[in-house]
């Protein structure tokens, strides 16, 4: 069972790491939640029957963790840490456009925990239907919501 | 700058997102860091004396004759057994809100109303335990079954009964407020979260 679920943990790595991402403000908090994620999703594995997809299933457990996981006091402490997007952006591949994007990750870090499960569902590439299932929003009211979530977005983005 | 702009940039782009430092061999057998990971551990701590005391008292009963026949000391087994199942309760509860499974707000509502009806299940159980210790005091008075109890039956009953109800009512707010110290902060940020879907 280890085995196949590290296959799959392999497979979807880069799923993990993007929430982490999206959830923390600095490099020790985005390793402690990625090690909380591995270990809530290896927990919740004899769980797993297959019913949904394991990209579904792991979406769940990982965005529930990275919502409601980590101990507060840990949340607070940590100072946040800005220039990790200018590390960040100059190992990707959009480094000409780095006071952009530096913006617009500064905006999402503003929106409420289930906005920013929308954005990174979003980035994804997620379908509603996927996020209806992951997050238990109907497809309408995520259709609102994405709506707000851009124009929240394009308002903090606007000077830049 | 749009939502869509950052998506393709991403898309488009090698490595966005720095990798773990730590393989996920190394990392998915730690201890769970949450909350509920914390508070399990200190209350699986508080639960090991309990058998102890439990076998201290089997032992004083397999040795003393006297203290097999006290309604006293079975009463202190007593209480230590509903503070021990009081505590059982809290374990299976912080148990079941570790579960992460499920979509995002279906897991918040069940952990809050685990939450919610947890508090009234646990009371209940526990205080209607104490009442039922109550009622064998009153019983073991009425048949002067242990001499111990004969001051307590000299007291006239009026004051006896107040005195259960004052009992039961301290223990209703030292459980409501163990049980706020334990869930409170949890519970307010999963109430926050779930105004969030709306």
Redesign the interface.
């Known amino acids: 069972m280890k085995e196949l ?2 296959q799959q ?2 497979l979807h ?2 799923t993990i ?2 929430i ?2 999206f959830y923390t403000n600095t ?1 020790a908090d ?3 939640l ?3 994620i ?7 594995y004899p ?2 029957r297959g019913e949904s997809s394991f990209n579904t ?1 792991l979406y ?2 990982a ?3 990275a ?6 006091d ?1 949340k607070q402490i940590r100072a946040y840490d800005i220039n990790r997007f200018s590390k ?1 952006i100059a ?4 480094a000409e ?1 780095e006071q ?2 530096k ?2 990750y500064t905006a999402i870090e503003q929106l ?4 920013k ?1 929308i ?1 990174v569902l ?2 994804d ?1 997620k379908t509603y239907a996927e996020m209806e ?5 109907n497809e309408p009211t995520l259709r609102v919501k994405m709506n707000r ?2 124009e929240k ?2 308002q903090l ?1 606007k000077n ?1 | 700058m749009e939502l869509e702009d950052l998506k393709k940039a991403i898309d488009n782009s090698v490595s966005v997102y720095k990798p773990a430092e730590k393989s996920a061999t190394d990392l998915m057998d730690h201890e769970s860091k949450t909350l509920f990971a914390d508070l399990e551990r200190k209350i699986s701590i508080g639960l090991i004396p309990f058998p102890v005391t439990v076998v201290l008292f089997s032992a004083l009963f397999a040795s003393n004759v006297q203290a097999r026949h006290s309604i006293l000391m079975w009463m202190l087994l007593g209480i230590l057994c509903i503070e021990f199942i009081d505590l059982l309760f809290n374990y299976r509860l912080i148990k079941k809100l570790q579960n992460q499974s499920g979509n995002t707000k279906e897991n918040f509502i069940t952990k809050i109303n685990r939450l919610e009806t947890g508090f009234k299940r646990q009371f209940a159980i526990t205080l209607l335990l104490y009442a039922l210790m109550a009622i064998v005091l009153e019983i073991v008075i009425y048949y002067k079954a242990d001499n111990n109890f004969q001051q307590w039956a000299e007291t006239p009953v009026l004051l006896r009964v107040v005195s259960y109800v004052v009992f039961l009512i301290i223990q209703f707010f030292l459980k409501k407020y163990f049980y706020k110290k334990l869930f409170s902060e949890q519970m307010e940020s999963l109430k926050s979260l779930i105004r969030q879907f709306q």
């Open positions: 679920f590290l943990i392999q790595e880069k790491l993007k982490c991402h490099d985005r390793q402690d990625y090690q909380e591995l270990v809530q999703l290896w927990k919740s769980r797993f299933w769940q457990v965005i529930n963790t919502i409601t996981g980590l101990k507060k840990k960040e190992e990707a591949d959009f456009h952009l994007y913006a617009m409420n925990a289930i906005e499960a954005v979003f980035i590439g299932k992951i997050l238990g929003i979530i851009k977005l394009r983005t830049i």
